[in-house]
């Protein structure tokens, strides 16, 4: 039995555990990755104490912070249920079950996938919903990104220095996402902004040779060697049946990181806190924490 299970080791989970660990805890993180969605970040200019950082590197610096303290982890293990029994909780994955007086979700968010035609069979074969893990296969190539938001400005601008040419997909009449992003996308030489297209299939034999668009009522092949799709993310949240949550899946919580259910929290991008950043993820994890321990403290 331990006091505090921790799901999830992106930025909320990786300081739930740091401070977790600082108030001499016995808990467990279980996690299939480590480093979330801030080690498919590229570029990282806003992340308080350092002027300039990749996403890769500043997870690293996160898990090596994580590593000093001597706690159990389970790596590349799926959670499956949360089962609130008399007085504690069950975790159900799936490789087996722990047990726990209290729990702090901090699973984040997974990529949002397009749902057309081929999308599936060329997963890991040109397609891609990381430019900062699959970037570099494709030097020299001619790469999609579909999206126009910050992800998607985020991606492009790995390609710029690494493909040969750039096409964005984006479905709305303009690009969106910040500014300065925006405006570097556009004046590249490299880029082409499709705007107001959709993509509707995704071609090739072996590998992927081109994508289907819709643009203007007319459908046109578009042929190119990688396909980054950037069109959001949901929360990753859907084994956590029985919490609260609002109409996009986020599990809702209070300014405690307290959900409906007493003794389990929430924290970062998986709930329906203000914005979703890497800072805002890593303090909701460490208020998580402390109500998780002021929680056990007050229990008989």
Not at 139 to 146: G, I, P, S
Not at 153 to 165: F, K, T, Y
């Amino acid at each position: 039995m331990y006091d505090l299970i921790i799901i999830g080791a992106g930025p909320a989970g990786i300081t739930a555990s740091v401070y977790a660990a600082r108030k001499r805890l016995n808990f467990l993180v279980i996690t299939l990755d480590i480093g979330g969605q801030a080690a498919w970040s590229g570029d990282i200019e806003n992340y308080t104490g350092y002027q300039f950082i990749t996403g890769p590197d500043l997870a690293s610096k996160f898990e090596s912070h994580m590593r000093q303290y001597n706690f159990d982890m389970k790596e590349n293990e799926e959670v499956l249920d949360i089962v609130r029994m008399d007085g504690y909780f069950k975790v159900k994955t799936h490789k087996s079950e722990y047990e726990a007086k209290a729990v702090i979700v901090a699973s984040g968010k997974v990529s949002r996938e397009l749902g057309v035609p081929g999308e599936k069979e060329f997963k890991h074969k040109g397609l891609s919903y990381c430019a900062t893990c699959d970037g570099p296969l494709f030097n020299n190539k001619d790469v999609a990104v579909v999206g126009g938001g910050n992800s998607a400005l985020d991606a492009a601008l790995q390609m710029i220095r690494i493909a040969r040419r750039v096409y964005m997909i984006n479905i709305n009449p303009s690009l969106g996402g910040d500014t300065i992003l925006r405006e570097k996308v556009e004046r590249d030489s490299k880029v082409t902004v499709l705007n107001n297209t959709r993509t509707t299939a995704i071609l090739g034999d072996k590998m992927i040779t081109g994508i289907k668009i819709l643009r203007a009522d007319k459908e046109d092949d578009l042929a190119v060697q990688g396909v980054f799709v950037e069109i959001g993310l949901i929360p990753n949240s859907g084994f956590a049946k029985g919490v609260e949550k609002n109409k996009y899946g986020e599990i809702i919580v209070n300014c405690r990181n307290e959900t409906n259910i007493p003794g389990l929290f929430a924290a970062g991008d998986v709930t329906d806190v203000h914005e979703k950043q890497i800072v805002i993820a890593a303090g909701e994890g460490s208020k998580a924490a402390l109500s998780a321990f002021k929680y056990l403290n007050q229990r008989r």
